[in-house]
């Protein structure tokens, strides 16, 4: 039961550039979305939200954007920094928070 | 920055016995989950618990899992026969509210407790 899917497993930036990290959905009762960061050994941490009755959502380097006709939402971090290495976790809530399977970034020197 | 604390970071147990995970969610908190990640495999949602009882739980979380709230500040996991295929990370969460609709109230985890079932 994937109701939120991250496609890709991993993705490689340069530092500075744009890390652009995607998500997609089926569930369309889904109430909001949220992208959270892991390190290893480390429990997640809350990034950044989004309501799903908004389109975008920005703070700081970090945006959100979702497009609930492609039930598709995608996080945007500019400029990549070395510290934002980690894996990305997309999460769709209503009652509860499904997890998708992560997006493993890495920025490069 | 208040946070939420979990103990042991790793417990070894024997396949059969019981096994009591614990955490200490951020104070004034109301509601508390548990989640697990199986090595390799995604965070999935095991239960939610509200006023000293569960609000929500998933089909994983069987007659083997309870939970409970023993004092003020204390929340645990209890897996009473372990199985090989419980050994996993398994992380506490806590938040002010329910669900994550407003931005400034996210559930907050702990770091986990690395669960091996020899």
């Known amino acids: 039961d994937q109701q939120v899917k991250q496609n890709s497993p991993s993705l490689s930036v340069q530092e500075g550039r744009i890390s652009i990290l995607n998500c997609d959905y089926t569930n369309s009762m889904f109430d909001y979305f949220l992208w959270y960061k892991k390190y290893p050994a480390e429990g997640p941490t809350f990034l950044i939200s989004?309501?799903?009755?908004?389109d975008k959502n920005e703070d700081g380097r970090f945006t959100v954007f979702l497009n609930k006709s492609a039930k598709h939402l995608s996080l945007h971090i500019v400029p990549s920094q070395p510290g934002d290495s980690a894996v990305y976790f997309c999460l769709g809530g209503n009652d509860k928070i499904i997890f998708g399977k992560g997006t493993r970034l890495h920025i490069l020197p | 920055e208040p946070e939420v604390t979990q103990t042991p970071s790793h417990q070894v147990t024997q396949m059969g016995q019981e096994v009591i995970l614990r955490c200490v969610p951020i104070s004034n908190h109301l509601y508390f989950y548990w989640y697990r990640q199986i090595l390799g495999q995604k965070v999935e949602f095991l239960v939610s618990?509200?006023?000293?009882?569960?609000?929500?739980k998933s089909e994983i979380f069987d007659d083997q899992f309870s939970v409970e709230r023993p004092d003020g500040s204390n929340f645990t996991l209890k897996i009473r026969s372990t199985k090989l295929e419980d050994s996993a990370m398994y992380f506490c969460?806590?938040?002010?509210?329910?669900?994550?609709?407003?931005?400034?109230?996210?559930?907050?985890f702990g770091d986990g407790t690395r669960l091996s079932i020899l």
């Open positions: 989004i309501s799903s009755i908004k």
């Open positions: 618990f509200y006023n000293n009882e569960i609000s929500e």
């Open positions: 969460a806590s938040s002010p509210f329910p669900g994550q609709g407003d931005s400034n109230q996210p559930q907050h």
